[in-house]
């Protein structure tokens, strides 16, 4: 059960619809109201113009490479976001009002006349004309000014370009100057500093006796160099002469005679073996002819004798003139090598004494005429490039005035369609709030839910006295169903009795329900009584077109008989006892005994009695004449009263015991609510095919009956 609480208190797609169709006249005036201000609004705004200065801004370079390649910096990703600030910031503009003299031109604007604009107010005037605005991913920025003159808007942006573009060259020039003179004062101090480093490198000199052959070399230190390359050369000799002496010893006979003539080239020792190996020749020549004693076979053999002697001699003294030499050469090294001992030593002592001071003075001296030197290329340097232009800002398209028609301000098209919008969802908001706090009876599912009672007839709205709107008439349809469902409401489920129609508050259309009911129950056959037993607000008569002088208050103080006051009427089987002039004293005229047999005798006669009762809440008499008859219609005015009335009136007739046999939901307006459109449609469709059937079918008739029917 409570699951289907929960499902009934959601709403639905359609309700929201539906609360917006039947508001529709709130929502349709507020948006035309806010449209009408908003044009009003958007025709009286001065028209603003906007002018626009692009300018590429880029990171301080040179535009011509001077002494080196200039590589691109690292991606900055903060560098153009800190620009985009710095173009509005007080001292680009302070200089732009300055220039164009504004805060003189807008004080009779601003300031009335004979007043001056101070240059605060000035900048925050002109702060609220500008715009800057960056292109991702690119270095363009756009500076835009917002103004009701064209040509102030486009001046203004070009000069805050102008200004901003200054700026930046004007602070790179002042970095780079105060750096060039930085450089210059300490150019000054370090020729200082080589000045005084070379008068003590002079002094040190001079105090020990330092001999130079030239800048950076010593005298020491060159013969020290000489002797160590003759102590090499002469080392490099012995060797030699050692290594010869040593092949000879190893050698003897023959082979030393062989290798005699590679290893010394002498002329005379050549010679004597030439002439041993003819003597050799010839000696086995001879022996091949003579005998050993033969005597010339002995002359050449003393001969060869001879010579092999010379020729032992002389290599004996070749091996004692190469160890002669080698001995020669061992002495000189050792001798050079005492030499370049000596020299090392004094050198040595030297270095300690008198030439490290100098060289560590000399190397003082080279290092800060490095410095200066660097100092002086440096200076050059920072010098060409102060002169050497360069384009950190670059205007790629200047402002320029827009014609009179590019106005960008006010936009009329955008502001009527947000006018439009502004205006449906306040209309709409305000149709809500108006629904949330109409608390009166909407729908048939508030009946059922609030007053727990069936819903028994559905009335439309503006629905007329149906003796006035005819016996064809299209409402009558919906007085058929509730005279349907009344029957088969009442608890006995028998036909006919006596039934009071009754509303909670004055207004609702009770008495306009009660007749054309009757009416239908009447042409339908049934014997049908309506008695006007609002005492104080009687309208039936009106109805009727019926004299109201005599009638039910007649008949319950017992003046006339009730068969007297009963009238007749136009109607057949409608009968009508009309409520008669209101005594002084009304108070207990309608009491239970009296109406009990009233009810009691006329249920006797008539098929249906509807009785016209007062409202219940406030007026005693609707709760008595409730109590009397077999059934209570409760009629309630579509979104009229607040629910709670209706509420009550349940309660109080509940309270006397009424049998309530349902509501009927009066006035309403089919044609904003869907939820009562099938009833239309339905009862359209009804009357239309009742017309059909009463018109002589010719064919023309029958097709306007089909289309209607459709």
């Not at 002494?67 to 503009?93: C, D, G, H, V, W």
């Not at 002042?174 to 750096?179: F, I, L, S, T």
């Amino acid at each position: 059960m409570a699951a289907d609480d929960q499902l009934d208190n959601k709403l639905h797609f359609l309700d929201y619809w539906r609360v917006i169709k039947s508001r529709k006249e709130i929502i349709l005036a507020v948006a035309l109201l806010v449209v009408l201000t908003g044009m009003a609004y958007t025709f009286t705004m001065p028209k603003i113009y906007m002018a626009n200065a692009r300018i590429v801004v880029r990171e301080d370079s040179l535009d011509v490479d001077v002494f080196q390649r200039q590589f691109m910096a690292q991606y900055n990703p903060y560098f153009l976001k800190t620009q985009y600030e710095i173009i509005q910031s007080r001292p680009i503009l302070y200089q732009v009002i300055q220039n164009l003299d504004l805060a003189q031109k807008w004080s009779a604007k601003y300031a009335g006349e004979g007043g001056l604009l101070r240059r605060e107010d000035a900048y925050l005037i002109l702060t609220r004309m500008l715009r800057v605005n960056q292109y991702r991913d690119t270095s363009l920025i756009d500076i835009q000014v917002y103004s009701e003159d064209r040509e102030e808007a486009a001046r203004i942006a070009n000069e805050v370009a102008n200004v901003y573009r200054e700026q930046r060259l004007s602070i790179k020039r002042r970095e780079v100057k105060r750096g060039v003179d930085a450089l210059e004062n300490e150019l000054q101090k370090q020729q200082e500093r080589v000045d005084s480093a070379e008068n003590d490198l002079e002094a040190l000199r001079k105090q020990g006796d330092v001999s130079l052959l030239q800048r950076g070399y010593r005298v020491d230190k060159v013969r020290l160099q000489a002797l160590e390359a003759d102590r090499i050369s002469a080392r490099v000799d012995m060797l030699v002469r050692e290594a010869r002496l040593k092949q000879l010893d190893s050698l003897s006979g023959s082979e030393l005679m062989n290798a005699s003539a590679y290893i010394v080239n002498d002329q005379s020792l050549l010679i004597l073996r030439k002439q041993v190996v003819d003597a050799e020749v010839q000696l086995k020549l001879l022996l091949e002819t003579y005998g050993p004693n033969h005597p010339e076979v002995r002359r050449v053999q003393a001969a060869l004798d001879e010579l092999r002697v010379k020729l032992d001699s002389a290599l004996e003294g070749l091996k004692k003139g190469i160890r002669a030499d080698y001995e020669v050469a061992k002495a000189k090294y050792d001798a050079l090598e005492t030499e370049l001992e000596t020299a090392r030593a004094a050198d040595i002592q030297s270095e300690a004494e008198r030439y490290l001071p100098f060289e560590r003075a000399s190397q003082n001296v080279e290092v800060q005429r490095e410095i200066l030197n660097a100092l002086r290329a440096r200076v050059a340097q920072q010098g060409i490039e102060l002169e050497v232009p360069r384009t950190p800002v670059e205007v790629v398209e200047p402002a320029e005035a827009p014609s009179e028609q590019m106005f960008v301000s006010p936009r009329i098209f955008l502001n009527i369609m947000l006018s439009l919008i502004i205006g449906c969802v306040a209309g709409i908001g305000l149709a809500f709030f108006i629904e949330y706090l109409d608390a009166s009876v909407k729908t048939i599912d508030d009946v059922e839910r609030h007053l727990g009672l069936p819903v028994l007839g559905v009335i439309p709205q503006k629905v007329r006295s149906l003796l006035e709107e005819g016996p064809e008439s299209v409402h009558a349809e919906a007085y058929r169903v509730l005279r349907t469902n009344i029957q088969f409401a009442i608890k006995s489920g028998g036909h006919g009795g006596a039934f009071a129609v009754a509303s909670g508050g004055a207004g609702e259309g009770k008495s306009t329900t009660l007749f054309n009911l009757a009416y239908v129950c009447a042409q339908l056959g049934d014997k049908v009584l309506i008695v006007d037993s609002d005492l104080r607000r009687p309208v039936q008569h009106t109805f009727l077109g019926a004299s109201n002088r005599f009638g039910l208050t007649n008949v319950l103080l017992h003046e006339i008989p009730v068969e007297d006051a009963i009238k007749s009427t136009s109607v057949p089987n409608l009968h009508f006892l009309p409520s008669g002039k209101l005594p002084r004293t009304s108070l207990g005229l309608l009491d239970s005994h009296r109406m009990r047999e009233l009810v009691k005798s006329l249920r006797l006669r008539y098929d249906m009695i509807f009785f016209d009762s007062p409202p219940i809440v406030g007026v005693s008499d609707a709760s008595i004449l409730a109590s009397e008859v077999d059934g209570v219609v409760l009629v309630v005015q579509y979104r009229k009263y607040p629910r709670d009335i209706s509420i009550r009136a349940r309660r109080m007739l509940d309270n006397v015991g009424a049998n309530v046999l349902g509501v009927v939901l009066n006035n309403i307006n089919i044609l904003r609510d869907d939820n009562y459109y099938y009833y239309r449609s339905h009862y359209s469709h009804y009357e239309a095919s009742a017309e059909s059937r009463s018109v002589e079918k010719t064919p023309t008739t029958v097709a306007a009956a089909g289309k209607d029917g459709l």
